[in-house]
């Protein structure tokens, strides 16, 4: 079972911890998203009153006011016991006298050093994902229930959709607000398509032979810059030797 999401910022932090009796001091950086849903169908479903869904679509079932947020974190996975804390979290409202945060959705990920260092170089580059599609190992909770010989409680499920782009999450209770992660997917779009009216989907248009000829331009410029430096001390020397051989003639004809 996926659920698709769009990054709407991408940051990239640098925590240091400081050393104790149990760890050594260390450093870890941190790739974080503020998500949105994706522009389709797609809609997750909250039993406690929640919807992630896009505001066009959740507008027109006038379920607007209910939207709740998404963010995720990204870190390189120190040891294989870290996969345990793969999972997507549910926060509810929480308000005291200073301040008031709203039900939050949030997915934590450890992946393995080479693909953050993967993902975290093409964020550095302006390269952000389009889409990023968590997968979950089965949508059941931990707990068994006591209905039908003990069958496990399905806390992640697919609605009604027969094209599979509505997700139910039981998440009233305390234990179902955490599931396990089995998968995390970036997908990038480097090149888009582009559509011609009557001709369809067209060829891809490369950017490369423009590049290269701006580079080329840009060095014919520097060369032209040095050349016109010494021609500017060529042609003052034409002149100042002109001055002088007019010099020696006037005085050769004054004697």
């Known amino acids: 079972m996926w659920i698709r999401t769009r990054p709407a910022s991408a940051s990239i932090s640098l925590e240091a911890h400081a050393p104790t009796s149990d760890l050594p001091a260390r450093t ?9 849903p994706t522009n389709e169908r797609d809609h997750l479903d909250l039993d406690t009153g929640e919807v992630f869904q896009d505001y066009g679509y959740a507008k027109i079932h006038n379920k607007e006011s209910k939207l709740i947020n998404a963010s995720m974190s990204v870190r ?9 804390h793969n999972a997507m979290h ?6 005291d006298d200073l301040s008031s945060h709203p039900s939050s959705i949030m997915f934590n990920g450890f992946v393995e050093p080479e693909a953050f260092t993967e993902l975290a170089d093409h964020i550095k580059s302006g390269l952000v994902p389009e889409t990023i599609t968590v997968e ?24 009604w959709e027969p094209d599979g782009s509505g997700v139910i999450w039981h998440n009233k209770e305390k234990e179902d607000r955490k599931l396990e992660i089995k998968s ?7 090149v888009t ?21 701006s580079e080329q331009i840009a060095s014919l410029h520097t060369a032209l810059m040095e050349m016109s430096k010494h021609l500017r001390w060529a042609m003052i020397g034409i002149v100042a030797l002109a001055i002088m051989i007019g010099l020696l003639i006037a005085r050769q004809r004054l004697l």
Do not use: C, W
Request: proline residues 5%.
């Open 136 to 159: 979950f190992a089965d949508g059941l909770s931990r707990l068994f229930t006591t209905t039908g010989e003990n069958a496990r409680k399905r806390v992640l499920e697919y609605g």
């Open 90 to 95: 549910y926060f509810e409202e929480a308000t």
């Open 184 to 190: 995390i997917r970036f997908d990038y779009a480097v």
């Open 193 to 213: 398509p582009r559509y011609h009216a009557e001709m369809g989907l067209l060829p891809i248009q490369s950017d490369a032979p423009t590049a290269r000829i």
């Open 76 to 84: 390189a996975i120190p040891d294989d016991s870290y996969y345990q």
């Open 28 to 36: 870890q950086e941190v790739v974080s998203f503020k998500l949105l």
